[in-house]
């Protein structure tokens, strides 16, 4: 069947009062982007939903793309017919023949109409249509609720539209519609999937990254890049910082003990991490801690770390189950990177017994011996920004490149 149109519900937004128009907006600019390189649809944002006319375009890519914009609660592919009833006959009996699971499946008729005008009203619709397939179709069942099969018909101004399924899509809230913030993102599990989170609920988050070479390989750099690539395609893009960590680790492991090392470097990662975010314009600080995971997510070492900003942390992933952070990171794709064993800069200098309640106190009076103000200033001179958009890869190419010298 070649569909027309692909009508797209909104999630959330519809309940937004007066802010409506700017998810709206915003919506249909994440939409027109993601879809640019499509140059023959049409897009039509209208109040309760918006058209996306095909133009000869295949439904199926289109869709795919739909289905990682946050912000759609659901959308149907359609198809515009004349308002000539003979026409909608033959094609609704091809589209619920095409939808059916089975011969005795149920199904029924849905009609609404915007163009009063026209000559059957919506009961008459349902009846001739309903009438029509199941003369056609001896086996079918009529249900009125939760049916196999739903035939939508809309009789609007310009034609009548057809469709019979409706598929479930990303929910949340438009990318950029609830501000900016910065993301701790490290090449583990639990970043990644709270970066996903973010996003879903309309946060356009810019990616934080700490690497220290030499200790930490092009290839954990690599990855938490490609783990940025397999998000992008819910943002649009994603806006890549690397910040090199090394000095800063090697003075932190030189002069704290080794109970507060951890400690004490993460709050140089998180004192840094709010520099970028004050200088990049973001409201909030984003994680993948979860309560009691390991020694440096106990509330304790919570409270010794947060010291540092009263920025707020947000933390998408804190009461979820490891069970449950990996289901998700299954479902979005970056759960096979994330178990590549590339070391990460948080665990070569990590100490084999680290406090997992570290007293606040120690951990200031530790950090004293540190002159951390120059060295955090040449952290932030080394920092990198990159763009990384759908599809870029990261690991393959390095891959590649070696390949080439033999
Ligand atoms: P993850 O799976 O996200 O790495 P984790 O359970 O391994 O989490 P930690 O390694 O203790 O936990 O890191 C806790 C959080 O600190 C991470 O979720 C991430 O937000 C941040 N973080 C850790 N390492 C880095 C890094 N190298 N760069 C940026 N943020 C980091
Ligand atoms: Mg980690």
Redesign the pocket.
Known sequence: MEYTEIMVRYGELSTKGKNRRNFIGRLTGNVVKALKNYPDLSIHPKRDRMHIELNGTPAKPVMAILDKIFGIQNYSPAIKLPKDMTVVHQTALELVKETLPAPNASFKVNTRRSDHTFALDTNQMNLDLGNLITDALPDIQVKMKHPDVTLRVEVRRDGIYLSTETIKAAGGLPVGSAGKAVL????????PV?SYLALKRGVDIEM????SPPYTSIDALNKAKELTAKLAPYAGSITFIEVPFTEIQEEVKSHVPEGYLMTVQRRF?LRLADRIRAQRGGLAIF????VG??A??TLESMTAINDVTTTPILRPVVTMDKTEIIALAEKIGTFDLSIMPFE???TIFAPPRPKTKPNLDRARQYEAALDGEPMMDRALAGMKITTIHPNDEFMNVHADEAAALL
């Open positions: 701790m993102l490290s090449g583990g599990i639990d970043s709270a934080v990254h700490f690497f990662m994680n993948g801690e979860s995971q390991v440096s997510q990460d800069c948080c």
